[in-house]
């Protein structure tokens, strides 16, 4: 233990108080043999543990832990952590004061490992009432560039991009759902590196840069969801894009079945993208080799496997810019594509469902229609009567949530604003009356969205999160 790192522990031990402390931190580097360093606003625990020698782990070996309680540190933190694997390093990002700042990274040393301590530490009560959120960390290699112009062509952005920027490895450029030859007016940038991408978006600032004589829009690309290989053996669904907006589900049905009849179940399409559901796996794995690329209706389609979605943590994920491009949760389905074009693909679909607690969870409610014969009998009630998982939307749930604890409904304020490109921007500011006086006075999420609907329900969803459980 070298003198550097005792000067991380004593700078902020000083303005810790209760159990975590400097002796407890120190007991705890006696105890396991890491070094432990503060630099750049996180104190590193580990990284290379004790012995370690080769590389680091892999990518998808990191989890990120979120709700982490202000006055707790390492010293509580690790032993919860260490269960679920051998822990290479732990990154707890800390505030000046002394108090950490409610995050940190766990990087394990497999992915085996990582997994795990997302199925068994995700919600879990660190403390009486505390739940902690834990989920897969990427690197993010991958920008998102708008307002280009639409009738740039895949081999010209990826040309001016090489020019502008360096570690380039490609470009990803859909064409638009109403004219094939034109694009959408962004694509997603892949470097080499997430160094290379954060170098990249430094670079391409808007309001310092332009593109063809166009400031653009720059951000981080959400990265995809990784699915393990064990769920996506079971997926029988395929993700078709590219589509025409003409084509009917009757039609994507019929081709799907041109390989072996009787095949598809069902097709799903909305906009320019679609789920063909097969009755066997077997039959979809065939269909998406031998379709991939086809043409329907004179429209090159893509075909892939669609991602499951783990209903449990979407909506946190979608905060966290988490959620892959074609994971689709077989029940709801999200709406136009342009609604979230920072998502590579298919927009995040909305769950049905949100449960915050370790109770295993109710059936889901299957959203279908049934025909309604006359004198059929019909009973009044209150939707309050229901239980959660017969309501689809945060807006809905969080009015159930507010009536379950006896509070006055939530208020919705709207706010807009305008675009680089001149399109109206919407964000709602969410006051829940019964708690407005406390910590916190309103919620409001980072994002702004494009339609009404939109915007309500990603502020029903921001509220919710910092909420907590039912």
């Not at 390093?89 to 990087?107: C, K, Q, W």
């Not at 499951?308 to 709801?332: A, D, F, M």
Request: with cysteine; hydrophobic share 35%; proline share 7%.
């Amino acid at each position: 233990m070298n003198e550097e790192n005792i000067d991380g522990t004593n700078g902020c031990s000083k303005v810790r108080t209760g159990t975590q402390n400097e002796a407890a931190l120190l007991a705890l580097m006696e105890k396991t043999g890491y070094n432990m360093v503060q630099e750049n606003g996180q104190r590193k625990f580990g990284g290379p543990p004790p012995g370690w020698e080769g590389p680091p782990p892999p990518r998808g070996c990191e989890v990120f832990v979120g709700k982490i309680p202000r006055d707790m540190y390492e010293d509580e933190l690790v032993p919860v952590f260490e269960r679920a694997g051998k822990i290479y390093e732990f990154r707890l990002m800390m505030e000046f004061s002394g108090e950490n700042r409610g995050y940190a990274f766990v990087m394990y040393t497999t992915k085996e490992e990582a997994q795990l301590a997302i199925r068994i530490l995700n919600n879990y009560e660190i403390r009486p009432g505390k739940f902690i959120g834990v989920c897969v960390s990427l690197d993010n290699c991958r920008l998102f560039i708008g307002a280009i112009p639409k009738e740039k062509k895949k081999e010209e952005i990826l040309d001016e991009m090489k020019k502008v920027t360096e570690g380039v490895v490609d470009v990803i450029v859909y064409p638009s759902a109403t004219d094939k030859t034109k694009n959408r007016g962004f694509a997603f940038v892949e470097y080499e590196s997430h160094r290379a991408a954060a170098m990249a978006r430094r670079k391409l600032i808007p309001g310092t840069f332009q593109l063809w004589g166009h400031t653009i829009q720059v951000d981080w690309a959400d990265p995809e969801k990784e699915v393990d290989e064990e769920t996506m053996q079971r997926v029988k669904v395929l993700y078709v894009r590219n589509l025409m907006i003409s084509t009917t589900e009757e039609t994507i049905k019929a081709e799907f079945n041109k390989f072996k009849p009787g095949a598809v179940e069902r097709v799903k399409k909305l906009r320019d993208y679609a789920f063909v559901h097969f009755f066997n796996r077997e039959d979809a794995v065939a269909a998406m080799s031998v379709m991939n690329g086809k043409c329907i209706d004179g429209a090159s389609i893509e075909v892939t496997l669609a991602k499951p979605v783990n209903k449990e943590n979407t909506w946190r994920q979608h905060l966290n810019g988490q959620i892959s491009p074609n994971s689709e949760n077989l029940i709801v389905f999200a709406n136009k594509e342009e609604s979230h074009p920072k998502t590579l693909g298919k927009p995040p679909a909305l769950p049905a469902r949100l449960n915050g607690q370790h109770s295993p969870s109710p059936p889901e409610i299957e959203r279908c229609t049934y025909p309604f014969f006359p004198g059929t009998k019909l009973t009044p009630i209150s939707m309050y009567s229901l239980k959660s998982n017969h309501f689809n939307s945060a807006v809905m749930h969080l009015d159930y949530y507010c009536n379950k604890n006896n509070w006055a409904p939530p208020e919705y304020y709207l706010y807009s604003t305008t675009s680089q490109d001149g399109k109206v921007l919407l964000v709602y500011k969410i006051v829940i009356p019964a708690i407005a006086n406390g910590s916190q006075s309103y919620f409001m999420p980072d994002k702004l969205c494009t339609t009404l609907e939109d915007a309500k329900e990603l502020a029903a969803q921001f509220t919710l999160l910092h909420l907590g459980p039912f």
